[in-house]
């Protein structure tokens, strides 16, 4: 019987890799997508007195999700917000 290799992984990385070892992968960063999950469910003043209580006091209400990952949601969430405001912008001139 022929084996079956990801493509996708192949053109992305060069690498030929099988299924067994693509979903050892996926496995492997299942806990980064729960934490990504997480921070995606709270609400941006959520994510904003998280980091503050961090920062400031050195303190963590969430343990289970990495400042890095708080970082980049709000960053994510700052760029999506002004993009929008640039496009309003645009349709009211």
């Not at 299924?19 to 709270?42: G, Q, W």
């Not at 050195?58 to 917000?81: P, Y």
Request: aromatic share 6%; glycine share 2%; charged share 30%.
């Amino acid at each position: 019987m022929a084996e079956v290799y990801d493509l996708q992984f192949y053109r992305e990385t060069g690498e030929i890799k099988s299924p067994e070892e693509v979903e050892k992968e996926i496995i492997e960063s299942m806990p980064d997508l729960d934490e990504i999950a997480t921070v995606m469910m709270m609400s941006s003043d959520e994510l904003f007195v998280e980091l503050l209580a961090r920062v400031e006091y050195n303190e963590s209400l969430r343990k289970d999700v990495s400042t890095t990952t708080l970082i980049q949601e709000l960053t994510n969430r700052a760029l999506h917000m002004e993009l929008l405001c640039e496009v309003a912008t645009q349709l009211s001139e």
